[in-house]
């Protein structure tokens, strides 16, 4: 199927968006949902928290806003649901929204079975993370 005349290229969004900039990590998991080898020179660094599945992204400083955030799971993972948490990276606030307090580059990332509680992704699995932010503050 060929594109129609109504179509537009590029796409409306981040595409060639101006000042973006993307991340990719990813994450090896063991026992217990513990990090056992991630990317040493993707500029992120992921930390396990102490609740079951919580995962603490480090991006090297603050940023505009998120363009997006996604997570990808492969190897024996089990079921779970990624979920965003608090939001430490973005400075302008979706409108009707606010902007947390402290802007240092973080974020944490909450993994959920199907009934919604937090779970460890299961031994040897792996989690890669595509995270692309506008640049400015």
Not at 30 to 52: C, L, N, P
Not at 98 to 126: E, K, P, Y
Not at 129 to 135: H, Q, T
């Amino acid at each position: 199927m060929g594109a129609s005349s109504t179509d537009k290229w590029p796409v409306s969004g981040f595409v060639n968006r101006k000042g973006v900039q993307f991340f990719t990590h990813r994450m090896l998991i063991g026992a217990s949902g513990a990090i056992t080898g991630q990317d040493a020179d993707s500029r992120v660094v992921a930390t396990k928290q102490g609740t079951a599945g919580q995962y603490k992204i480090q991006l090297p400083r603050g940023y505009k806003r998120f363009v997006c955030k996604e997570v990808d799971f492969t190897g024996n993972t089990g079921s779970v649901v990624p979920d965003w948490l608090t939001d430490q990276v973005t400075s302008v606030a979706i409108p009707g929204g606010t902007v947390a307090g402290t802007i240092d580059g973080s974020i944490f990332l909450q993994l959920r079975n199907s009934a919604g509680a937090a779970t460890d992704l299961a031994s040897t699995g792996t989690m890669t993370l595509l995270i692309g932010v506008e640049n400015g503050v």
